[in-house]
């Protein structure tokens, strides 16, 4: 969204065992750390944040098991590793391996399973977290199992059935998705490739692609409360495309958006969020649930 202030302490592990390390320091000083993957789906708050960020930025490796099956999370192969692309579909990632990297592996060795995630961006952490996705599929429906790491610093791994992830959360609480072992299935490299691009033609079709936003703002509602409406309708119905706050804007592409134009504040993005927010319970009775994340700050001084 680009928006929003700096972090007091900012630790950036480049391992598993790292970002352990990072979350027990943080926790035995008296933090409770915010976690920071590709902030896709974030509005950080103008001013300072108190505390301590730890973001996964370099927790990016992504690979495949080792020709023994092995899928050891925690330390990824130091070689190149010769697997026909018949053998073994499943991926291995940490939490910083970014989404458009999974999704473009797993599109050139022609599995299928992730194309529904074409076009989002991100980090699998934070993907687990909100069980990213959409119409064509969502990250939890290829997670054969993920590794997390508990508020205490006990590392456990989960399988799906474990977590019962739902619509846009993946139901992780207060644990932190550390990395995830994916199951995707052999397909022709054509073929996958085509949906990649046919979801992604799709997708830049209605939604403001090009400008800075952090993705649909609210979830879409229960469709027996909102007449089968989404979120991006009952906006768009209320006719609040375009109303802004300073730089911030509600997209005239696709309602569930609102866009930096280039110098809106976190507090213009909020106040304007809870004047859609507003509208539409006035206009249609549906109280519509964000799906974005806000990280609050103390104001600055
Ligand atoms: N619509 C309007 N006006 C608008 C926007 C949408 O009438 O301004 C209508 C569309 O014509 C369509 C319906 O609303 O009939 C649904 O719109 P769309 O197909 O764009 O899908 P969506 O439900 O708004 C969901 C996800 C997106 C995901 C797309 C495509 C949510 C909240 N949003 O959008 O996810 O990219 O499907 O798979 O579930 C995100 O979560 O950040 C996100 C972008």
Redo the contacts with the bound molecule.
Sequence with gaps: MRVGGRAEWLLEPRDPAELRAAWLAARERGFTPRVLGGGA?LIVDDGELPGVVIATAQLRRLFRPTPDGGDALDQAPSGAVALERERDTRLVAWCGASLPSLVSAARDLGWSGLEGLAGVPGQLGGGLAMNAG???GALWDVVERVRVLEPDGTLRDLTREQCSPRY?DGNLGLRLAVGAVLALKLDRVADVQERCRSFLTE?NA??PVSEHSC??I???PDPELSDGR????L??DCGA?GLARGDAHVSTL???FIVNRGAATAADVLTLIEDVRDLVLEKSGVRLES?ARVWRARPAS
């Design positions: 789906n959409g119409r064509w846009r997708k209605v939604q993705g649909c609210f979830k879409n989404s979120a991006g309708r906006i768009d495309k696709h309602g569930n799906e």
